[in-house]
Structure formats: C-alpha cells, structure tokens
T-cell receptor, first 112, second 109 residues
Framework: IAGITQAPTSQILAAGRRMTLRCTQDMRHNAMYWYRQDLGLGLRLIHYSNTAGTTGKGEVPDGYSVSRANTDDFPLTLASAVPSQTSVYFC???????????FGPGTRLLVL | RKEVEQDPGPFNVPEGATVAFNCTYSNSASQSFFWYRQDCRKEPKLLMSVYSSGNEDGRFTAQLNRASQYISLLIRDSKLSDSATYLCVVKRGNNRLAFGKGNQVVVIP
C-alpha cells in the first residue's frame, strides 16, 4: 500500500441498504477526512478524525457515521442509503488537522 | 458572500498561452491557502501552497492579496496536460479546509 486506498471503486446500492466505504492510509497521518463531491457543489466535508479514537462532524454528516479504531483505517457507513447519497466519496488524510491533505482515488456510489 | 468563490469557467486557453484566475475568500482571518488540481474523475492533488510573498513552481505562480481577500493562479506556456479543474482551498479557523468549486481549464491545441 502506498498513500491512501479506498474500496470499493464503485458501487450500485439499493435504497435502504447498509453500506460501508473503506479507507486505509499507510502514512501514519493523524487526521483523516471523508468528503462527498457533487456536480455544482464541490467538495463537502462529511466527518473527520483528528486522531485515532476521536471523530467529529463536518458540514453534511446526516445519514453517515464513522469510526477510528486505529491510525490507518477510517470507514464511512451509510446506515440506510437514500438516493440523495449518490455521489463520489473521497477519503483524505493529513499529518495533523488542517494541514495539506492527501486524497484517495474515490468511491463512486449510485443509490437507486 | 460564499466562503470560497471561484468562477467555474471553462477557461479555454490556446496551447502556449498564459491563463490566470482568481479565488475570493470571505474570512479575513484565514491563514493558509492552497491550490489543488483535479483531473476528470480523479482525486484532488496538491498543486502548491500559497505564501504571503507569493510563490512560483515552474510555469505556475500563486499570489495572495490579503487586502482584497483573493488568491490567484497563473499558468504560463500552457500545455495540453494542464487541462484540469483547479480548486482553491482555504484553511478555516477550526483547522478544517474549505474548498472552492474549481476553475475548469481546457487547453486547446
């Protein structure tokens, strides 16, 4: 692994289903982030984590949850997907909160 | 006023020409600024940080104007490979980043 990986690359999901997007980094960065990117709206922060064991809400947290059990992993869960959650999801990390962020390749999610 | 505002374009630029665009930000207390590049269907990648004194990296020059609250990016001698969306990023007081919607640049042969 080099940098940040995300899985799956893309997914089609039925509304109401539960889904976990995975994110792993090998840079030993303290901070990690989840964004969604929608046409015309730019990148919006969903949740973030300052360090392992702590998480915080971003601009658009409703319908999403995260956990940070260790430094490397930061999964994003949609408990019951809705069509408005159709988006491209990017995970990012930085050495400390607020510094230069490095992004994963993204997950393209379609909720029908 | 939006937190970070960019003209989406597209900016159609002949190959070899110079293109410049600005980004305005609303929070006068912002301290750190960045330009990210995003290729179609790819993740954003850091292009350069923007320092108070301005900075240059090859054909790319970034400037900060605190009085008017904008940052700028200039690309000289445009290459086809410069076609991308350039995202303006401003660090908020809570240590989170605010992203603009991007300036789309299309370099035309």
């Amino acid at each position: 692994i080099a940098g940040i990986t995300q899985a799956p690359t893309s997914q089609i999901l039925a509304a109401g289903r539960r889904m976990t997007l995975r994110c792993t980094q090998d840079m030993r960065h303290n901070a990690m982030y989840w964004y969604r990117q929608d046409l015309g709206l730019g990148l919006r922060l969903i949740h973030y984590s300052n360090t392992a064991g702590t998480t915080g809400k971003g601009e658009v947290p409703d319908g999403y949850s995260v956990s940070r059990a260790n430094t490397d992993d930061f999964p994003l869960t949609l408990a019951s997907a809705v069509p408005s959650q159709t988006s491209v999801y990017f995970c990012a990390s930085s050495e400390v909160l607020g510094e230069t962020q490095y992004f994963g390749p993204g997950t393209r999610l379609l909720v029908l | 006023r939006k937190e970070v505002e960019q003209d989406p374009g597209p900016f159609n630029v002949p190959e070899g020409a110079t293109v410049a665009f600005n980004c305005t930000y609303s929070n006068s207390a912002s301290q750190s600024f960045f330009w990210y590049r995003q290729d179609c269907r790819k993740e954003p990648k850091l292009l350069m940080s923007v320092y108070s004194s301005g900075n240059e990296d090859g054909r790319f020059t970034a400037q900060l104007n605190r009085a008017s609250q904008y940052i700028s990016l200039l690309i000289r001698d445009s290459k086809l490979s410069d076609s991308a969306t350039y995202l303006c990023v401003v660090k908020r007081g809570n240590n989170r980043l605010a992203f603009g919607k991007g300036n789309q640049v299309v370099v035309i042969p």
